[in-house]
């Protein structure tokens, strides 16, 4: 299990609007990590690990705080018909993803415009959503929580929930000494939750740090990852967070990262996502087209469509036999960090600290 001191914790686009919401949020501080002293969680950088982005800065990182955000996470409360919250489209078991289901569905049965994904080491990125439309962490859940499709709750109705509730505004009183409820506050509650989420204990990280040994078919595979894959999905967190187009259609659909940046250049482009956990997270792609990671593998194999700004890796085919597929395929189970998927202090309930 994760290493505790006492509770210590390893740490584990939609719209340009957000960025204007930044001002609100004077923790933005990216030169140093503030972690206060006294607190019974700490946030610990896994030693394979690059430095977060993420530093915490005026949002202090503490029991109560973390344990505020986990029950916002999991509480539909967050949403317009109370019946969705951020757990219903991330489950734990799955990695925080939504397994088997290329859309999520929100409220009243609407569905989403894209496939959840896994949720891991978000105190690592640089950006959020597919097409990076989101530039920091404390601001991120505006966008699911507002979002017709998903929550569909304006902040507005939000706060005045959990003002008019009697144990939130006890919660929150511990966890920040505010007699009432702002938006800075729960967003800071939900960043404390979700930047301690981390997955950095799977066979994959043991082998990093020589601690265990891959079987011959996983090294085959490690062997092939590294030849045809590293490129994008690189280092211990496994993406280099850049966009790219990965050639699943000649034209896109969905614009991408183009719908961020208003150049056409960018159709099509979507976020390297982390294969953490990705045996656990399907369906794949941006639109869970594929539900297996053979399909994947044929994609890339087979399937590529040369479309104008098709990622320069990819534009040299890839040959893999048989046997390479299924020993790449392997490796990525090697990904699964089953200490993450089950760590109770990450689980809905109460668990103790």
Not at 66 to 71: A, E, P, S, T
Not at 270 to 299: A, C, Q, W
Not at 318 to 337: A, E, G, N, P, R
């Amino acid at each position: 299990m994760l290493g505790f001191r006492k509770i210590s914790i390893i740490a584990k686009g939609h719209l340009l609007w957000v960025a204007g919401v930044l001002f609100l949020f004077s923790s933005c501080e990216p030169d140093k990590t503030e972690v206060p002293p006294s607190s019974f969680v700490e946030f610990e950088r896994p030693e394979h690990f690059p430095a977060p982005v993420y530093r915490f800065g005026k949002n202090k990182l503490t029991t109560e705080g973390f344990k505020l955000g986990r029950k916002l996470f999991y509480d539909p409360i967050l949403s317009a018909s109370g019946t969705i919250s951020c757990g219903s489209c991330h489950f734990q078991e799955a990695g925080f993803s939504d397994p088997g289901k290329a859309l999520s569905t929100g409220i009243n049965g609407k569905t989403g415009m894209r496939n959840a994904p896994a949720l891991a080491n978000l105190a690592w990125f640089p950006a959020f959503m597919a097409d990076g439309g989101i530039g920091h962490i404390e601001v991120m859940p505006i966008a699911p929580i507002t979002d017709s499709l998903e929550m569909g709750a304006p902040l507005k109705d939000v706060l005045s929930k959990l003002n008019n509730d009697a144990v939130y505004k006890s919660l929150f009183k511990e966890a920040f000494d505010v007699d009432s409820i702002s938006s800075q506050k729960l967003l800071y509650a939900l960043t404390q939750f979700m930047s301690m989420m981390i997955s950095a204990e799977s066979k994959f990280d043991q082998q990093l740090l020589g601690k265990n040994v891959f079987t011959k078919t996983e090294e085959r595979g490690y062997t092939l990852f590294k030849q045809n894959c590293a490129t994008c999905h690189s280092g211990a967190l496994t993406t280099d967070f850049s966009f790219k187009n990965n050639g699943l259609d000649l034209y896109s659909k969905d614009p991408g990262r183009a719908r961020i940046t208003q150049d056409d250049s960018d159709r099509g482009k979507f976020k390297v996502p982390s294969l953490r956990n990705v045996e656990l997270s399907f369906p794949y792609m941006h639109d869970g087209r594929f539900n297996t990671l053979e399909e994947v593998i044929d994609h890339y194999t087979v399937g590529i469509q040369p479309t104008p700004n098709l990622a320069e890796e990819l534009k040299q085919p890839i040959v893999l036999s048989k046997y390479d597929k299924q020993d790449l395929i392997k490796f990525l189970t090697t990904l699964t960090d089953y200490n993450y998927i089950t760590n109770p202090l990450l689980a809905s309930g109460k668990p103790n600290l």
